[in-house]
Every structure is written in structure tokens, then in C-alpha cells.
């Protein structure tokens, strides 16, 4: 290990030490909640400087198996301004709850770090305990609340759903080692290429590679299956369509706050690793995998849509949505292009910020004991609560894709992209879905605004770190919906950094 | 000379499956744990048999020793007698046989159709991971016999302890993060009071 | 010597069991050990295909496999502890708050 190994991973090592410290501070001291979300705050801060001064430095680490790109500083990046959000929306819920902070914050930083080492490893094998860092600490946050049913039963829905994933994850990465003889990415790309190209290139550089070049049948049913079975793992994680079964239940039974954190940070993390897998190590192969996205991607814009529309439950609705919304960004997937990863990226931001700021709302207006979740509850909230009610009311239009708010540019790249890479009917359905989400969102809306309340709903006033939170969510809303150029680029160049790498 | 080795596989995967088989149809779970753990102890004979010693030590030690143990642990701690008397199967199983059904067909499809294509390493012409510098090392420590690119991945404890020190240093320390966050998780969920 | 292809087809099935298992099982505990059995099916290909072609990334691969298992039976069974306190049963058929 060499000291620039060491300040590659620097952001993963403060945020693990500051997890620690969390945890310690919170048993060694009697009230503890405030300067546990102290140090959580601290660290976070000193993660995020650490790697924007990396962004333009880029590194391969530890010999090639940990890459600090712009692809995955792009990402890290992400999850800690999630991660940071998700901290400041959820100190008010974790005391009026009752719950242990200190463990809570540990966890989420933890999870954190396996979603930053999902994002920049090169390596099947680093993916693969990134993702599992990740799930794990999710299974725990998502049964946080265990004297609620709801909560322990989400968690093992969850937990078990997710290991099986999990394993068929991995059964197509043995087999991918089987067909290439590595599960490095880009020796994996180098073995496929070497083979496409036949035994007169020159010098393989992978000695597994040299067995490929001399084979007279390239492995190809045997690298379909692979792809297939990783796709399912991959697919799960990022609850798309056909796999999206365990979304509602487990959205519906976390605490809020985890929600919106499940709802945006493994889930790019699970993008981050689909796009770096598919992308750099099977790039070679697009031919085969692209109509298995578009297939996907259709289904989960249609059930996810379709779904929503039948929810009564505010949770359970944006679940559905959450899949609706994976949809639209495996429509920019499906183009494999540079141009189609960057609106990838670029909707995960403009959905990080929207989701968050809207299940911010619905955590506050839930009351102790998440009460409130009713949509019916949200009647005549625009008279009795208008700046509440103002402020969902921009996140409902921002996932609507209005117009001057980031969800309406997010949907334009993506279809722009799609329209460039030839997919015109993906293109259509995907606008088509627009309109069917539009229905849902504006019925919340509508109830807000026009019709009487069923029932007194309390709503306690926002302390300071929710209006932080709700502050940087309405900001970076509107931001992206008026001037996408700054992390448009950003996006770009780390698309273009992907391309590189192939 | 020849008919060893086949005979020694076929032994093995009548142990593992038949363990299989009745772990996932025994009515009592502390049943189905000890056929899992004959299964397990299958797979670590066909671990020695691949030349992964290594690996079938550590199959006997953490998953045997520890994660079966853990698993019988639990099923001594939840009510045992209820779930003995009730249906063993849910209602989907129709679905469920149906369904591994095509799993199963499309598995051995592949891999019948992709036979031909594990011809390629067949003359075993694959080099050993660790480079010339690590044998040189290996060597200098002690007299090893048959080392070198070509070999039998042996000695084999040497050549994964190297393998995971230098090359995947990374993920060998990330792990320690996965364990924290397991003991972390397993706290919080299962304790009385935080 | 036994072809790499049956130890493969030897996984596959030990897979498929296990996806079976998972399937259909009602108790919580062993749907959890046929996802333990999944996991053997493809440690076991790994350890095929790793002395199959020489390499032993996949060896490598099998030992991260079985500390994250252990890390996994950890959480999870005390994820099936605190389900098992709220309704002292472990039949997936009555984990069923949340309906569509």
C-alpha cells in the first residue's frame, strides 16, 4: 500500500472513523443524540471536501482494483450530499420516535462507505462487498423501528429478498470468471475484446486472456447466462421491473427518512456498479444486453406507474413512483452511449434532491408513530399549512417533470439521449408514462389545495435542521431546473471518463 | 488410476445433493440443519478434491463451526414445536416447482449448449495469479517442490495468503467494515434495550 | 479426470434446490438456509473453474463469499429474532401486514 492508495480511499477511511467515534460518543455519553449528529455532520463534511479535491486528480488505487475516477467521485460525491441530507431530515424523527441516534447515524455512515466502494471498484469482488456494506446496514435501518411490526417485517422482506438476489449476483459473476478467467472489469473487457477481434491481435495481456485467443469457440451461451444472472442481481437492487416485488412493503414499513434514503443512495450505488459493470466489463457485448434493458425498463415505467395509481398510502404511492422513476433512467441506460450515461447521472442528482425534499414532508407531517401516511390526510393542507404545502407542492411537480424544476430537465436528457440513440419507441412510452404519473401526483395536489380536511392532522413546527435539509432540496430543485450546466458537465466528464475506460 | 477420481465425485455429489434434497423437504428445521451441514461438508470434499485445501478448512471451520452453529442456535431459541405441526409447503407451491423447473432447464440448457466451449482451458495451460516475484518469495521462505507458472495452485494457503495481502489488499481490509456493520446490525436488531 | 462440466452441472442443480427451497418453504429459517445453499452452488463453481483455468481470483472470490455469508447469517437471524418476538410464529404465510 503506497500513500496515494491511501488517499484515494481517504474519504472512505474518515467516514468509517467518524462511524466509529459516532458510536462511541454515543455510549459514553448520557444525551447523547446531539453530539452524535455532531460528528456525523463533521464527517460528512470532511468526506465531501475530500473528494472534490480528488474529482480532478484521478487515480487507480491498490493496483487497478479501486478506481478514483470522475465516474466514481461523481457518485460519492451523490451519496454523501444524500447521506448529509438524510442526517439533518432525520434527528427531529429519531427523538420524536424514541430512537438510538448514535447507532443509527453509525449505520448510515457505514452504508455510505460501501456505496462509495461500489462506485469506484474495478474489481467483481469489491463490488460485491460494497453492495453487501451497503444492504446490510439497509436491512438493519429498515427494521430500525422494532417495536412497530411494520418495521421487522419490511426488514426481513427485505433481507431475504435481497440476499437471494444476492446470489443469483454471484453465480453470474462465477460465471462470468469462468468465461474470461478474471473478475477485474477492464481485463474482463480486454478478454472479450481480444476474442471479438480473433487470434491475429496482438499480445493478450491477461495470461487468461491467451486461453481465450487460442480456444476455437469463444464461451458465448455461457457469457449470455452470465449476463443474465448478474442483470437479475443488479436489476433487484436497483428495483426494476420485473424484480421491484419487495419496493412497496419495504418503503411502506421503514422508518421515513430511511426511505428516502433507500430511494436514492443504493439505489444509485446499485446504478453506479450496473453502469461499471455493463458499461467497461461487457461493453463489448451491448448487442446482447441492450433489449433486455428496454424490456425492463418499459415494465417498470408501466408498473410502477400503473401501481401508483391505486395507492392510498403517500409511502407506498412514492414507492411506486421510486420504480416508475428507475424506469426512466433505464430508458437512458438502454442508448449505452456517453450521452445516455450522463443523463443517467444526471437524473439521479435531480431525483436525490426531489424525493428526498418530498419524503421530507411526509416524515414531518407524519406525526409521532408515522400516523399520517393516509393520502386523504394531505386534504386542505395548503390552507392550513401553506408553506408545507408550497414547498411539496414543488417536489410533486418536480417528479411530475414540470417545466423549470429538475425533474422536467432530467426527463428531457434522458429522452434526448434516447431519441439519439434511435430508440424511438422507447421514447414514446416513456412520455406516455409521464402523463399516466401526472395523474397521481396532481391528485395529492389537487386534494392539497381544493378539497376539506377529513381529519385534524397536528403538525408541530420545523426545527432548524429540517429546514436545512428542506432549504438545500427546494434549492437544488429549482437549481437544476434552471441551470443544469455545472453538473450537467460534471456528468458529462465522468461519462466520458467511462467511455475511456473501455 | 482413472476410475478414482470420477468415483470420488460421483460419492461427493450423492452427499451433497441428497443433503440438499432433504434439507429443503424435512418437516423439523434442527433436521434440515444437519442435512445443510452434511451438504456442507460435501462441498468441502470437492473443494480438496479441485486442490482449494485452504478453502475446505475454512468451509469446515466458519461456515460448519460457525454460521450452522448460529443457525441452530437460533432454531433452540424461536418456538420449534408450533411450526413442526403445521403445513410444510406454502400454497404457492405449484408455482414455485414450476418455476424451478424452468430455472433447472434453462441452466442445464446453457450449460449443455456452452460444453463444448470449456475446451479452452482443458489442456490446463493457465498460469498461477501471483507473478514471478511472489514465487521467488514463496521460495526463499522454504523448499517448495513443483512451484511455479503452470502449477497446482499449491501450496495453496501460501499462495491465497499472498494473493490476499498484495493483490486485494483492499477488499481484504473493506471487510472489516462489512463485519462492523454486521455486529452493529445484529446488536441493534436483537437487543432488549439500546 | 472428471470434465469441469459436471462439476457445473452439479452447481446449477445444487442451485436450483436451493431457488426451490426458497420457494416453497414456509418456515423462515430454512428459506434462509436454501439461500446458504445457493451460495455453496456457486462457491462450488468458483472452486471448479478456478483449478479449471489456474487462477485463483476465484479461490479468492470463494473466501469473501464466506465472510460475507457469515456477516449475512448474523444480521439475518437477528432480523428473524425480533420478527419471531412480534408474532411468536416463523411462517412466511403470516408475515403479511402490508397488502397491496
Given at each position: 500500500?503506497?500513500?496515494?492508495?491511501?488517499?484515494a480511499?481517504?474519504p472512505?477511511?474518515?467516514?468509517?472513523?467518524?462511524g466509529i467515534?459516532?458510536?462511541?460518543?454515543?455510549?459514553?455519553?448520557?444525551?447523547?443524540e446531539?453530539?452524535?449528529?455532531g460528528?456525523?455532520?463533521?464527517?460528512?463534511i470532511?468526506?465531501?471536501?475530500?473528494v472534490?479535491?480528488?474529482?480532478?486528480?484521478?487515480?487507480?488505487?491498490f493496483?487497478?482494483?479501486?478506481?478514483?475516477?470522475?465516474?466514481?467521485?461523481?457518485f460519492?460525491?451523490?451519496?454523501?450530499?444524500?447521506?448529509?441530507l438524510v442526517?439533518?431530515?432525520?434527528s427531529t424523527?429519531?427523538?420524536?420516535?424514541?430512537?438510538?441516534a448514535?447507532?443509527?447515524?453509525a449505520?448510515?455512515?457505514?452504508?455510505?462507505?460501501?456505496?462509495?466502494?461500489?462506485a469506484?471498484?474495478?474489481e467483481?469482488?469489491?463490488?460485491?462487498?460494497?453492495?453487501?456494506?451497503?444492504?446490510?446496514?439497509?436491512?438493519?435501518?429498515?427494521?430500525?423501528?422494532?417495536?412497530?411490526p411494520?418495521?421487522?417485517?419490511?426488514s426481513?422482506?427485505?433481507?431475504?429478498?435481497?440476499?437471494?438476489?444476492?446470489?443469483?449476483?454471484?453465480?453470474?459473476?462465477?460465471?462470468?470468471?469462468?468465461?474470461?478467467?478474471?473478475?477485474r472489469?477492464?481485463?474482463?473487457?480486454?478478454?472479450?475484446n481480444?476474442?471479438?477481434?480473433?487470434?491475429?491481435?496482438?499480445?493478450?495481456v491477461?495470461?487468461?486472456?491467451?486461453n481465450?485467443?487460442?480456444?476455437?469457440q469463444?464461451?458465448?451461451?455461457?457469457?449470455?447466462v452470465?449476463?443474465?444472472?448478474?442483470?437479475?442481481?443488479?436489476?433487484?437492487?436497483?428495483?426494476?421491473?420485473?424484480?421491484?416485488?419487495w419496493?412497496p412493503?419495504?418503503y411502506q414499513?421503514?422508518?421515513?427518512?430511511?426511505?428516502?434514503?433507500?430511494?436514492?443512495?443504493?439505489?444509485?450505488?446499485?446504478?453506479?456498479?450496473?453502469?461499471?459493470?455493463?458499461?467497461v466489463?461487457l461493453?463489448?457485448?451491448?448487442?446482447r444486453?441492450?433489449?433486455?434493458?428496454w424490456?425492463?425498463?418499459?415494465?417498470?415505467m408501466?408498473l410502477?406507474?400503473?401501481?401508483?395509481?391505486?395507492?392510498?398510502?403517500i409511502?407506498?404511492?412514492?414507492?411506486?413512483?421510486?420504480i416508475?422513476?428507475?424506469?426512466y433512467?433505464?430508458?437512458?441506460f438502454?442508448?449505452?452511449s456517453?450521452?445516455?450515461?450522463?443523463?443517467?447521472?444526471?437524473?439521479l442528482?435531480?431525483?436525490?434532491?426531489?424525493?428526498?425534499?418530498?419524503?421530507?414532508?411526509?416524515t414531518h407531517?407524519?406525526?409521532?408513530?408515522?400516523r399520517?401516511?393516509?393520502?386523504e390526510?394531505?386534504?386542505?393542507?395548503?390552507f392550513r399549512?401553506?408553506?408545507?404545502?408550497?414547498?411539496?407542492?414543488?417536489?410533486?411537480?418536480?417528479?411530475?417533470?414540470?417545466?423549470?424544476?429538475?425533474?422536467?430537465?432530467?426527463?428531457?436528457?434522458?429522452?434526448?439521449?434516447?431519441i439519439?440513440?434511435d430508440?424511438?419507441?422507447?421514447?414514446?412510452?416513456?412520455?406516455?408514462n409521464?402523463?399516466?404519473?401526472a395523474?397521481?401526483?396532481?391528485?395529492?395536489?389537487?386534494?392539497?389545495?381544493?378539497?376539506?380536511?377529513?381529519?385534524?392532522?397536528p403538525?408541530e413546527?420545523l426545527?432548524?435542521?429540517?429546514?436545512?435539509?428542506?432549504?438545500?432540496?427546494?434549492?437544488?430543485?429549482?437549481y437544476?431546473?434552471?441551470f443544469?450546466?455545472?453538473?450537467?458537465?460534471?456528468a458529462?466528464q465522468?461519462?466520458q471518463?467511462?467511455?475511456?475506460?473501455? | 488410476?482413472?476410475v478414482?477420481?470420477?468415483?470420488?465425485?460421483?460419492?461427493?455429489?450423492?452427499?451433497i445433493?441428497?443433503?440438499?434434497?432433504?434439507?429443503?423437504?424435512?418437516?423439523?428445521a434442527?433436521?434440515?440443519?444437519?442435512?445443510?451441514?452434511?451438504?456442507?461438508l460435501?462441498?468441502?470434499?470437492?473443494y480438496?478434491?479441485?486442490?482449494a485445501?485452504f478453502?475446505?478448512?475454512?468451509?469446515?471451520?466458519?461456515?460448519?463451526?460457525?454460521?450452522?452453529?448460529?443457525?441452530?442456535?437460533?432454531?433452540?431459541?424461536?418456538n420449534?414445536?408450533?411450526?413442526?405441526?403445521?403445513?410444510?409447503?406454502?400454497h404457492?407451491?405449484?408455482?414455485?416447482?414450476?418455476?424451478a423447473?424452468?430455472?433447472m432447464?434453462?441452466?442445464?440448457?446453457?450449460i449443455?449448449?456452452g460444453?463444448?466451449?470449456?475446451?479452452?482451458?482443458?489442456?490446463?495451460?493457465?498460469?498461477l495469479?501471483?507473478?514471478?516475484?511472489?514465487?521467488e518469495?514463496?521460495?526463499?521462505?522454504?523448499?517448495?517442490?513443483?512451484l511455479?507458472?503452470?502449477?497446482?495452485?499449491?501450496p495453496?494457503?501460501?499462495?491465497?495468503?499472498?494473493?490476499?495481502?498484495?493483490?486485494?489488499?483492499?477488499?481484504?481490509?473493506?471487510?472489516?467494515?462489512?463485519?462492523?456493520?454486521?455486529?452493529?446490525?445484529?446488536?441493534?436488531?436483537?437487543?432488549?434495550?439500546? | 479426470?472428471?470434465?469441469?462440466?459436471?462439476?457445473?452441472?452439479?452447481a446449477?442443480?445444487?442451485?436450483?434446490?436451493g431457488?426451490a427451497?426458497?420457494?416453497?418453504?414456509?418456515?423462515?429459517?430454512?428459506?434462509?438456509?436454501?439461500?446458504?445453499?445457493?451460495l455453496n452452488?456457486?462457491?462450488?463453481?468458483?472452486?471448479?473453474?478456478?483449478?479449471?483455468?489456474?487462477?485463483?481470483?476465484?479461490?479468492?472470490?470463494?473466501?469473501?463469499?464466506?465472510?460475507?455469508?457469515?456477516?449475512e447469517?448474523?444480521?439475518g437471524?437477528?432480523?428473524?429474532?425480533?420478527?419471531f418476538?412480534?408474532?411468536?410464529?416463523?411462517?412466511?404465510?403470516?408475515v403479511d401486514?402490508?397488502?397491496?
Amino acid at each position: 500500500m503506497q500513500p496515494s492508495d491511501a488517499i484515494a480511499i481517504l474519504p472512505e477511511i474518515i467516514l468509517t472513523a467518524a462511524g466509529i467515534l459516532v458510536m462511541l460518543l454515543g455510549a459514553f455519553f448520557e444525551k447523547s443524540e446531539r453530539i452524535a449528529a455532531g460528528a456525523t455532520y463533521a464527517g460528512l463534511i470532511a468526506a465531501i471536501i475530500a473528494v472534490a479535491v480528488q474529482f480532478n486528480h484521478p487515480v487507480a488505487a491498490f493496483g487497478g482494483v479501486f478506481l478514483a475516477d470522475s465516474f466514481g467521485c461523481f457518485f460519492r460525491l451523490l451519496f454523501l450530499l444524500i447521506a448529509l441530507l438524510v442526517v439533518l431530515s432525520s434527528s427531529t424523527y429519531l427523538h420524536r420516535e424514541g430512537l438510538s441516534a448514535a447507532e443509527y447515524y453509525a449505520l448510515l455512515l457505514f452504508g455510505t462507505v460501501g456505496m462509495g466502494v461500489m462506485a469506484s471498484a474495478n474489481e467483481l469482488i469489491l463490488v460485491f462487498i460494497g453492495l453487501e456494506i451497503s444492504s446490510l446496514a439497509s436491512y438493519v435501518l429498515v427494521g430500525f423501528r422494532r417495536d412497530v411490526p411494520t418495521s421487522s417485517e419490511a426488514s426481513l422482506k427485505y433481507f431475504l429478498l435481497g440476499s437471494f438476489a444476492t446470489a443469483f449476483f454471484l453465480y453470474g459473476v462465477a460465471l462470468m470468471f469462468g468465461s474470461t478467467g478474471s473478475t477485474r472489469l477492464t481485463q474482463i473487457n480486454e478478454a472479450f475484446n481480444t476474442a471479438l477481434r480473433g487470434q491475429s491481435a496482438g499480445t493478450p495481456v491477461h495470461p487468461a486472456a491467451a486461453n481465450l485467443a487460442v480456444s476455437t469457440q469463444f464461451p458465448a451461451s455461457l457469457v449470455g447466462v452470465a449476463i443474465a444472472l448478474m442483470f437479475v442481481g443488479l436489476a433487484f437492487k436497483v428495483s426494476a421491473a420485473p424484480f421491484q416485488i419487495w419496493t412497496p412493503d419495504v418503503y411502506q414499513g421503514a422508518p421515513t427518512p430511511v426511505t428516502a434514503f433507500l430511494s436514492t443512495a443504493p439505489k444509485a450505488a446499485a446504478f453506479a456498479a450496473f453502469l461499471r459493470i455493463f458499461m467497461v466489463g461487457l461493453g463489448a457485448y451491448s448487442g446482447r444486453w441492450s433489449w433486455l434493458l428496454w424490456i425492463v425498463a418499459v415494465l417498470s415505467m408501466f408498473l410502477g406507474n400503473l401501481g401508483a395509481l391505486l395507492q392510498a398510502n403517500i409511502k407506498r404511492m412514492l414507492a411506486y413512483s421510486a420504480i416508475a422513476h428507475a424506469g426512466y433512467v433505464l430508458v437512458a441506460f438502454t442508448t449505452h452511449s456517453a450521452d445516455g450515461v450522463a443523463a443517467v447521472l444526471y437524473y439521479l442528482v435531480a431525483y436525490a434532491f426531489m424525493n428526498i425534499g418530498a419524503f421530507l414532508v411526509v416524515t414531518h407531517l407524519g406525526g409521532r408513530g408515522e400516523r399520517y401516511l393516509e393520502i386523504e390526510d394531505y386534504a386542505g393542507l395548503g390552507f392550513r399549512f401553506p408553506f408545507l404545502a408550497g414547498m411539496f407542492s414543488i417536489f410533486l411537480l418536480s417528479l411530475i417533470g414540470v417545466p423549470l424544476t429538475a425533474g422536467f430537465l432530467g426527463k428531457f436528457y434522458v429522452f434526448r439521449a434516447a431519441i439519439h440513440g434511435d430508440l424511438v419507441w422507447l421514447t414514446v412510452l416513456g412520455v406516455l408514462n409521464s402523463g399516466i404519473a401526472a395523474y397521481y401526483y396532481l391528485r395529492v395536489l389537487v386534494s392539497m389545495y381544493m378539497s376539506a380536511p377529513a381529519r385534524e392532522v397536528p403538525c408541530e413546527p420545523l426545527r432548524a435542521p429540517e429546514r436545512l435539509a428542506l432549504a438545500i432540496s427546494v434549492v437544488g430543485t429549482l437549481y437544476l431546473g434552471l441551470f443544469p450546466q455545472n453538473v450537467m458537465d460534471l456528468a458529462t466528464q465522468a461519462a466520458q471518463w467511462l467511455q475511456q475506460a473501455r | 488410476m482413472n476410475v478414482l477420481p470420477g468415483f470420488f465425485f460421483y460419492l461427493l455429489s450423492a452427499i451433497i445433493l441428497g443433503g440438499a434434497i432433504l434439507t429443503i423437504t424435512r418437516r423439523n428445521a434442527v433436521h434440515s440443519a444437519i442435512w445443510l451441514i452434511v451438504t456442507l461438508l460435501g462441498v468441502a470434499g470437492i473443494y480438496l478434491n479441485q486442490h482449494a485445501e485452504f478453502l475446505a478448512a475454512v468451509q469446515v471451520l466458519v461456515y460448519i463451526g460457525g454460521i450452522m452453529v448460529l443457525f441452530l442456535f437460533v432454531i433452540m431459541l424461536v418456538n420449534l414445536d408450533e411450526a413442526a405441526k403445521q403445513r410444510q409447503f406454502n400454497h404457492q407451491w405449484t408455482i414455485a416447482v414450476g418455476c424451478a423447473l424452468a430455472l433447472m432447464a434453462e441452466l442445464a440448457y446453457f450449460i449443455v449448449k456452452g460444453r463444448e466451449s470449456f475446451r479452452f482451458g482443458d489442456t490446463g495451460t493457465g498460469t498461477l495469479n501471483p507473478d514471478a516475484a511472489v514465487i521467488e518469495f514463496l521460495k526463499s521462505c522454504r523448499d517448495i517442490p513443483g512451484l511455479g507458472p503452470g502449477g497446482f495452485l499449491q501450496p495453496n494457503t501460501e499462495l491465497i495468503a499472498c494473493a490476499l495481502y498484495r493483490d486485494y489488499l483492499l477488499p481484504f481490509e473493506i471487510a472489516s467494515v462489512l463485519l462492523l456493520v454486521a455486529i452493529v446490525g445484529a446488536v441493534v436488531m436483537a437487543k432488549k434495550e439500546i | 479426470m472428471v470434465p469441469i462440466s459436471y462439476f457445473l452441472v452439479l452447481a446449477a442443480i445444487l442451485f436450483v434446490l436451493g431457488v426451490a427451497g426458497f420457494l416453497f418453504k414456509r418456515n423462515i429459517v430454512t428459506i434462509f438456509m436454501s439461500i446458504e445453499l445457493m451460495l455453496n452452488a456457486v462457491n462450488l463453481t468458483f472452486v471448479a473453474l478456478s483449478y479449471h483455468l489456474r487462477e485463483l481470483n476465484g479461490q479468492i472470490f470463494v473466501f469473501f463469499v464466506m465472510v460475507v455469508a457469515a456477516a449475512e447469517a448474523a444480521v439475518g437471524l437477528a432480523i428473524i429474532i425480533t420478527v419471531f418476538k412480534h408474532r411468536e410464529s416463523l411462517n412466511v404465510d403470516n408475515v403479511d401486514l402490508m397488502k397491496l
